[in-house]
């Protein structure tokens, strides 16, 4: 067992290597200026040009941006029992989750602040937002949800809700 893992890295290796080489001697091939013959221009990267030779490996770049909204809290959450604003509640066919998904998209787009859940839970899908850890909270944002007309047949349900300490 041991041996075909070491035989097969080995091969594995030997192939990535002749690859390597051979996209360098292609791109060498296409670039070469010949006599009577038509130039080809290749445009790319240089970071790629060392990718392929081996000079220099590619680690993409990570972009850690921290989007700051009135409202909205950066952190760690924890799981609590509170209460969240059940704003759809449908079938299981896929228009049920198109219209859970539009929910959840319309709740989003007014109040930003609050986080969208949108679930499955046979036969049902539904739409549940924000994380509230009272009852009353949940029933201020109800009460703006009704009167944006958002929705009227939002109710307030009990759930695990992810909150900050």
Request: net charge positive; proline share 3%; with cysteine.
């Amino acid at each position: 067992m041991l041996r075909q893992f070491i035989l097969s890295f080995i091969i594995l290796n030997s192939a990535l290597f002749s690859l390597s080489l051979h996209a360098q001697g292609f791109m060498e091939h296409l670039t070469a200026k010949n006599a009577g013959q038509g130039v080809v221009t290749v445009l790319q990267d240089s970071r790629l040009d060392e990718i392929v030779t081996g000079a220099k490996k590619y680690v993409a770049p990570v972009k850690e941006k921290e989007v700051r909204r009135p409202g909205i809290q950066t952190g760690k959450k924890m799981k609590a029992r509170g209460y969240r604003i059940q704003v759809y509640w449908g079938g299981s066919s896929r228009t049920d989750q198109t219209n859970a998904q539009r929910s959840g998209s319309k709740v989003s787009a007014l109040f930003p602040e609050l986080q969208v859940y949108t679930s499955f839970e046979s036969p049902n899908w539904r739409c549940r937002v924000g994380d509230f850890s009272t009852r009353e909270e949940a029933a201020q944002y109800l009460k703006k949800m009704k009167e944006a007309h958002l929705t009227q047949d939002a109710v307030i349900v009990k759930s695990e809700v992810f909150i900050y300490p």
